[in-house]
């Protein structure tokens, strides 16, 4: 990665419409590339655990990794209602809130709560000490 910046892509849920191994493949093939992702959708703890495995099979000099964080949204009476919906007629749960995910030298996580994040996304490579 040079000086020309970092690369954020947001991906709607039907983005992301694909089998889990198709979508892991995805978002690490774009992360190993230095981009973060902003994607449509939370990620099961079980999800986020298969993609810190499968990224840690990929970690070399050029790649150290993966960082995520996750959104949430309220439990609001319409929340609720969208999720039994789901549930009842599509056969799917419906997972509010979002998660981002990015290469390890990229994303630097700065505060982190239930329904709003910050991060740094760092430009260049570091000096090394």
Known sequence: MGD???TI??????????SFDEKLEFVLNK?????????????????????IQASMEEVDEDFPGVEFMGLESSDS??????SMFY?????????KGMTIVGNAR???????ERDSVSFLAK???EEEK
């Open 4 to 6: 020309e910046g970092v």
């Open 9 to 18: 892509e947001f991906l709607s849920k039907d983005k992301l419409d694909k």
């Open 31 to 51: 992360v190993k590339d230095d981009a973060v992702l902003v994607l449509g959708e939370s990620w099961t703890p079980e999800e986020k655990r298969e993609l």
């Open 77 to 82: 009476p319409f929340e609720k209602a969208k």
């Open 87 to 95: 549930s009842k007629f599509m056969k799917e749960e419906y997972r």
């Open 106 to 112: 990229v994303m630097e996580k700065v505060q982190e």
């Open 123 to 125: 430009i260049g490579e």
